[in-house]
């Protein structure tokens, strides 16, 4: 909301159009924020690579603590 609030009170001098509003920075981290408020960040978050992590070691130490049947 702060970028909506800056938008609205310190630029809107500036906005002519459309255009001009979609060319301003704070309109980009709105957009930003729509889209990793809508669909996640997927793939490339912090916490996707962390869950791996954590995945990886518990199935490290099944491994290791699972008998082995020969």
Partial sequence: MDAASAIRTALWEQVDGIASLVGLLEFAYIALLV????????????????????????????????????
């Fill in 35 to 70: 889209g990793l408020g809508t669909s996640g960040a997927g793939p490339l978050s912090l916490d996707r690579l962390i869950a791996r992590g954590w995945r990886r070691r518990a199935a490290e130490r099944m491994l290791a603590v699972a008998p082995s049947r020969a």
